[in-house]
């Protein structure tokens, strides 16, 4: 009888294929392999995802050819693609993609070869000593590697000329030969080793938990709420090195790239003495790093992943852990298709593991905390900051009292003198305002025209660097007008303020200090991040402006003093979790002053000083704030009481766009949903992005996994009208 392999082709369909496996092709595949198949009139590549057990007795096509040596996908990885696909509504071949890769996945995919150079013997027979006197070039290169041993051809050339290693190679007195050169993202980042601190009673009742979890038979979810500068980070490490005696391997989460470089040292920096490989996966790394990162990992060379969203995937074998740290940040919610959340997929696949995930925040979502309470996950505090520290001060700063006629404040006068102290005490600040550019709006003082851009409902974002009109949904550019295009007045009135305004503005109030910004414009190059908050680490950057990557998760004892821009502009946004976000964040923040032996302050300006979320975060009372918004998320039957469903329309011609929707709201409304509310469709809050109007249905359900299955098929293989694209989004954290 001939086995049968189930196949995923790489090919926009949610289905898998049958194929019969040759009997000399029968030793070679195996679960997750990665193979050459036909498919209609063509050869596509697939990975193997089952081997059906019942017989079939008709022609199946043959596998071709199997292009990995070992699977591709580990077992684990298969199944919890499949599960995405399910819950999620996505294709399966979307899914698996997910899951790779694509610089694992290209067919050019490989190390790096290069030469590598090395001597075949430590003397020179007599002979060869007194013919290299007369080949100096040669008897110098001789010389070199004597004394700096071995190394890649293209760099010693850099020292002696290719030809005197070539006549070295002649004279059989060094191999120059192909070698596996690894694209080691580490390569310049020399760590010395730390040694484990000793931890409070907190700490010690927190590592507690996670170890009983660790050897669970089923392991329930630790949500670890530690205040900011708590030692979560210190659990984290503690966690780890237990797993790693038992001979398993650790996967660590962090939401932004920015915290990469600083969490990447502290586990290198404590595992590096136990000969411990850790590997780093984000969007930052060089195609080639990727690969290379993701076949140590897969060899089993690095027992430590580290990285963002998409690291969550990471085909680890023997896992004993995952921490999800921050786990409260929406960056770890995938935009494309599978529509996933990291956290969610990462408790999934502990799951399916049977491991321990250990949830870090200070400000943990509600979802989770309510999930926590409800005893399905398992809830350990860290209430005080480690080494007796004391929480910041904090301070709100109402700057709504300005006299009619007076431009606004951007920087309050409190908070510049409070900078000049930290200056002159050589202390650091940060300054943190979640908006880039320099202004955020161009208006006509005389007509009111505002420059939109042609593209998307939203206005153009004045660059005064670049000199640039920019949007920041689709990255249309114009030049700066200089008189209104309407009315002919000049000049235009600039309106609002971003992190560029600011940075200019601290710059002309501190001519001396050492000034950088961090936001999505400036922070392009590969090695940025690292090499910023490097600097600030060493004490080269006195104020440190920026967007919410400059929020959470780093650790700058040096900083004393936090300075929030405009705390209360995110408090607009049509979206329920408005204000959990804007009290995470002032909370994530503040937690960046007095992590050393210095108390810190925090100065938050607004002009809406007494919104609960501005006043709870003014107290650090997280309890506080997480009674109050579960009231009313209750009430109004929001998450985490009830699930959300956004399902998105987008085209070129808005009547279409909105008609091809409503006709799929009907089929929705026709399945029978259980304990579900439709809602729509209605234009989204951003009407129209990229060209593209939008618009929205909801879903309201108690009941999400009886909904997703019957959901699923509406979408599958389905071809839309022309230029109509619609997703579907389960659990959806952005709603505009």
Known sequence: ??????????????????????????????????????????????????????????????????????????????????????????????????????????????????????????????????????????????????????????????????????????????????????????????????????????????????????????????????????????????????????????????????????????????FIGQKVGVAVLHSHLSSGERHDQWQQIRSGHARIVIGARSAVFAPLENLGIIVVDEEHEHSYKQEESPHYHARDVAVMRGHLERVCVLLGSATPSLESYHHAKEGKYRLVELLQRVEEGQMPVTHVLDIRSAKKGEPPVLVAPRLIEAIQTRIDRQEQSIIFLNRRGYSSSLQCPQCGYVEMCPNCSVTLTYHRQASRLRCHLCEFASSVPHACPQCGFAPFKYAGSGTEKVEHALMDAFPKARIARMDSDNMRGKDAYAKTLGEFAEGKIDLLVGTQMIAKGLHFPRVTCVGVINADLALQIPDFRASERVFQLLMQVSGRSGRGQVRGEVFVQTRAPFHPAIQFARHHDYAGFVEQELAFRDSLHYPPYERFVLVTARGRNEEKTLYVLDQLAKEMGRLDLPETEITGPAPAPIARIEERYRFQVFLRTRRIMAVTPRLRPLFMDRAWPDDIRITIDVDPVDLL
Request: net charge neutral.
């Open 1 to 270: 009888m001939v086995r049968i392999a189930r196949v995923v082709p790489e090919v926009s369909l949610d289905r898998a294929f049958d194929y019969a496996v040759p009997a000399e092709l029968e030793e070679k595949v195996s679960l997750g392999a990665k193979v050459r198949v036909p498919f209609k009139s063509r050869e596509l590549v697939g990975y193997i995802v089952e081997f059906p057990r019942e017989p079939f007795t008709g022609n199946l096509k043959p596998i071709l050819e199997v292009l990995s040596t070992r699977a591709f996908l580990p077992a684990i990885l298969i199944e919890l693609a499949q599960w995405m696909a399910q819950y999620y509504c996505a294709p399966l071949t979307v899914a698996l993609m997910s899951v790779l890769p694509k610089a694992v996945r290209r067919a050019d995919a490989a190390f790096k070869q290069r030469l590598w150079v090395e001597a075949l013997t430590t003397t020179l027979p007599d002979e060869t000593a007194t013919a290299l006197k007369k080949a100096r070039a040669q008897l110098a290169a001789w010389e070199h590697l004597q004394q700096n041993g071995p190394g890649w051809l293209a760099d010693l050339s850099q020292v002696c000329s290719p030809a005197a290693w070539r006549g070295l190679a002649e004279r059989n007195l060094i191999s120059i030969a192909s070698r596996t050169q690894e694209r080691d993202p580490f390569l310049h980042s020399p760590v010395a080793e730390s040694a484990p601190h000793e931890l409070n009673a907190e700490q010690v009742a927190a590592l507690k938990v996670v170890g009983e979890e660790m050897v669970a038979e089923k392991p329930r979810v630790v949500l670890l709420h530690g205040v900011t500068g708590s030692g979560k980070t210190e659990v984290y490490l503690q966690a780890i090195a237990k797993v790693l005696a038992l001979g398993k391997s650790a996967l660590v989460l962090v939401p932004e790239i920015a915290l990469t470089p600083q969490t990447v040292e502290h586990f290198r920096a404590r």
